[in-house]
């Protein structure tokens, strides 16, 4: 079993819509996930980061994490073509090691 | 300008060579990481050293070698006995708050 599920997509939205990415995970070790945005050719670059269960919000994004069912989301409000890429999530443990899933390629369009 | 450079972006090999990825950091992280990206696939630890002149086995260590002799550097040698090793190759650096991010990556063709 993967350390990190995801679902690769791809998701093609339009412009404006409300996008959800999702990942569940298998390990209930001590840990901390975090989601990055990946364009094509380029590293990736960290967009979220959560220790806990709950939401975090950053301007139109929002990080979900449920513990109990082992489920993380990211949540993209009023999507732009701007916002279309790779969008991969890790979990991160202990001496800092991250386990991503195989990303989600996301397009929106105008 | 604080940040992750990795040379060359770009990077062709002949078959049976040894090929070295050079990745630097200004950030002041004491962590490195070495990923692996092929497509479709997330990425893969290849290897990691937490501090200078210590480095641990990743997932997918075989087929390669590194060296931490300064924090700022933390250079990938892809030797003839890794079986694939055409792939994108990511550099990464963490903060003591864990934050992890990520060198441009150099693309590698051994043919």
């Known amino acids: 079993q993967k350390e990190v599920e995801q679902d690769p997509g791809p998701l093609s939205v339009p412009e404006g819509a409300i996008v959800s990415l999702n990942c569940t995970y298998s390990n209930s070790a001590f840990q901390y996930f975090m989601w990055y945005r990946q364009y094509s050719r380029k590293g990736p670059e960290l967009l979220m980061y959560t220790y806990s269960s709950g939401n975090k919000e950053d301007g139109r994004f929002t990080a979900q994490v449920d513990k109990s069912s082992k489920y993380i989301s990211l949540f993209i409000r009023d999507s732009q073509p701007s916002d279309s890429a790779t969008y991969l999530c890790a979990r991160g443990s202990t001496l800092g090691r991250l386990y991503f899933g195989r990303g989600t390629q996301l397009t929106v369009w105008p | 300008d604080g940040g992750i450079t990795q040379s060359p972006k770009y990077l062709f090999r002949k078959e049976g060579q040894n090929v070295t990825l050079s990745c630097e950091q200004n950030?002041?992280?004491?962590?490195m990481y070495w990923y692996r990206q092929d497509p479709g696939q997330g990425l893969r630890l290849i290897y990691y050293?937490?501090?200078?002149?210590?480095?641990q086995k990743g997932d997918i260590a075989e087929g390669y070698s590194v060296s931490r002799e300064k924090k700022e550097s933390f250079p990938l040698t892809v030797t003839s006995a890794q079986k694939n090793p055409t792939a994108f190759y990511l550099c990464?650096?963490?903060?003591?708050?864990?934050?992890?991010?990520f060198g441009p990556g150099t693309r590698l063709t051994v043919t």
């Open positions: 050293s937490q501090i200078v002149n210590d480095f």
């Open positions: 990464a650096s963490r903060n003591r708050g864990n934050e992890q991010y």
């Open positions: 950030l002041n992280h004491d962590a």
